[in-house]
């Protein structure tokens, strides 16, 4: 079983950053793919950003791309997503995810475990 924490949610202007962290539980973090989804109010979740267990494959939604960043300590159980110049259309409720696979995937139903999630609001 893993549990996993979300943090660094909040409001900011357009043009903005936030970084969000997730800490997971267990001492099997590093052979876990990691994943971002987010969620806004009468949409479906949707994939944002994936990491491999070593840090060295990733994924990024076509929104996203050049703008976040994913990446991973292992050492301290934490993955991160960087967002710079962040949109109103960023906004959404972001749920950090694990895969028991080394790879990350785009699929949500591929992804076992599942944070609480975090209010990240963009205002224009």
């Known amino acids: 079983q893993v549990q996993l924490v979300e943090s660094g949610g909040g409001l900011v202007q357009a043009g903005g950053s936030l970084r969000l962290s997730c800490t997971a539980s267990?001492?099997?973090?590093?052979?876990?793919?990691m994943g971002w989804f987010r969620q806004a109010p009468g949409k479906e979740r949707e994939f944002v950003s994936g990491?491999?267990?070593?840090?060295?494959?990733?994924y990024y939604a076509d929104s996203v791309k050049g703008r976040f960043t994913i990446s991973r300590d292992n050492s301290k159980n934490t993955v991160y997503l960087q967002m710079n110049r962040l949109k109103p259309e960023d906004t959404a409720v972001y749920y950090c995810t694990a895969r028991t696979d080394l790879y990350p995937s785009y699929d949500r139903d591929d992804y076992a475990y599942w944070g609480q999630g975090t209010q990240v609001t963009v205002s224009s």
């Open positions: 267990g001492r099997t973090f590093s052979s876990y793919a």
């Open positions: 990491i491999s267990w070593s840090g060295g494959t990733t």
